[in-house]
């Protein structure tokens, strides 16, 4: 529970939290009378240049603890980092009081998403009672922020929702009772699938009790504007199908459907905003339950542009899911930019870890500008080279395409070069491997807690807005 206030008067069983970055901060705190003692206390602090946090109990009215943020070494942390290291031990019930005007959002940012809990399924629930003290000049920014802060959470809540609860047919519900205001929403339903012959989507899906859905969001500003298509995938549950999955890694296999919900986060969060670009989002949705009729290992599959795929491995369903789309939206309409995104290889999470997405392919302009955006920036990206070896290495000896190059492990950029083939106008392009930054399976971090990440969120919109 949020709540916004413009002093501390009306405030009542909390506790006051609150970022010193010099000696000048203290005058702040100056109208709460601090005792000399506790004064003196906050001064040592500041002259020993130590990072800390301090708690001073039962010092004011109505609030039970005063905790002091010292961020005084900032060559040794970002503020994001500093404040995720100790938001995180403050009590459920704080108030928010910023050093200054500019501090504000990234506090609040870290406050409520560095501490985020996903208790829907829980008997008890502990949730959080947070008041933020803001001043009127401020209240629009921070307004908006916490809007984008909602959509975040709403693409993490439902990134936690078990699979059950949340098959195709519940994905597009859910989409329609978001409520757009400017958005269009476009559903192509199972027979429109079937009759426009996107056969690796219908391959992929083949033949789960939950049939497959695609999802077109558009956000026409003009049509005189240039138009930006961003294509993800979502599926249910990644067996792998007859190249089943290790026993260790299939608990996690959910996680294939976490960048879809943070696709709706995104576009929620364009539909309130001034762009100078259209963007549309076209999301394909098939659950992949093993069955009698799965597709196989050496299949050969034709896709919607009439170019066979030889099968190598089950579990590059993404790849065919994408290339059939990427081929449909080639073919039936005038693109400007192509953006893929999808959390696609281990390569990634052995380079550099999950802090990075790497970012590759032919449209310099939006590789330049997410690289910029990533110096100053939570949200980090890495550019991986692009050549035309990787694509001729597509190439099958007995279809069009191989669905895996066995034995080229430059595992992300393959993937990429793959759905290159099925963009039939040489439009623009840009490639995302999300792996591993979508969906955090090993330390909180910063913004990101142990769960989705909601990545590209805050730095897409971000994108579209300047462009």
């Not at 040592?44 to 905790?67: D, H, P, R, V």
């Not at 609040?108 to 947070?130: G, H």
């Not at 170019?307 to 899911?321: G, H, M, P, S, Y």
């Amino acid at each position: 529970m949020i709540k916004i206030y413009e002093n501390l008067k009306t405030i009542k069983q909390s506790n006051l939290f609150y970022v010193i970055e010099s000696e000048e901060c203290i005058e702040n705190l100056s109208f709460l009378n601090l005792e000399k003692a506790l004064l003196d206390k906050i001064t040592k602090t500041i002259k020993e240049k130590e990072n800390t946090l301090l708690q001073f109990f039962q010092w004011w009215n109505n609030f039970e603890s005063l905790f002091i943020a010292f961020y005084l070494d900032k060559d040794k942390k970002t503020l994001t980092e500093f404040l995720w290291e100790n938001v995180t031990k403050l009590p459920n019930k704080f108030t928010i009081l910023s050093n200054n005007k500019e501090n504000l959002l990234s506090i609040v940012d870290n406050c409520l998403l560095s501490r985020y809990k996903f208790q829907q399924y829980l008997t008890e629930k502990k949730e959080d009672e947070i008041n933020i003290i803001c001043e009127k000049e401020i209240r629009q920014k921070l307004d908006d922020r916490l809007e984008t802060i909602n959509n975040i959470i709403l693409a993490r809540d439902l990134w936690e929702t078990p699979t059950c609860d949340l098959y195709p047919e519940l994905f597009i519900n859910k989409a329609k009772s978001l409520k757009f205001r400017k958005t269009k929403i476009k559903i192509l339903t199972p027979r429109d699938i079937q009759k426009q012959w996107l056969g690796l989507l219908w391959a992929v899906w083949k033949w789960s009790i939950n049939k497959p859905f695609m999802l077109v969001l558009e956000r026409i500003v003009n049509r005189k504007y240039p138009t930006i298509w961003i294509v993800w995938k979502w599926i249910v549950f990644d067996t792998w199908w007859i190249n089943l999955k290790p026993e260790q890694w299939l608990y996690l296999m959910k996680d294939d459907m976490s960048w879809a919900w943070a696709v709706l986060a995104l576009m929620k969060e364009l539909d309130r905003k001034n762009l100078n670009v259209n963007i549309v989002a076209c999301i394909p949705l098939a659950e992949n339950s093993i069955s009698w009729e799965a597709y196989r290992p050496s299949d050969i599959l034709k896709a919607y542009n009439w170019k066979t795929v030889n099968v190598i491995n089950t579990d590059a369903e993404w790849r065919l899911i994408l290339a059939d789309w990427v081929s449909y939206l080639s073919r039936n309409y005038k693109l400007d930019r192509v953006i893929t995104i999808a959390t696609l290889t281990w390569a990634c999470l052995y380079a550099i870890w999950y802090r990075y997405a790497w970012i590759m392919w032919t449209d310099k302009e939006i590789i330049d500008k997410l690289l910029s955006y990533s110096k100053e920036n939570f949200e980090k990206y890495h550019e991986l080279p692009f050549e035309k070896y990787y694509i001729e290495k597509t190439k099958s000896k007995i279809a069009d395409y191989d669905n895996l190059t066995e034995w080229i492990y430059a595992w992300a950029t393959m993937w990429g070069a793959f759905i290159y083939n099925f963009l039939e106008n040489n439009e623009k392009y840009t490639h995302i491997d999300i792996a591993w930054v979508a969906n955090n399976n090993f330390e909180p971090y910063g913004l990101y807690t142990k769960t989705s990440t909601w990545f590209w969120v805050d730095s897409l919109s971000n994108l579209f807005l300047n462009m």
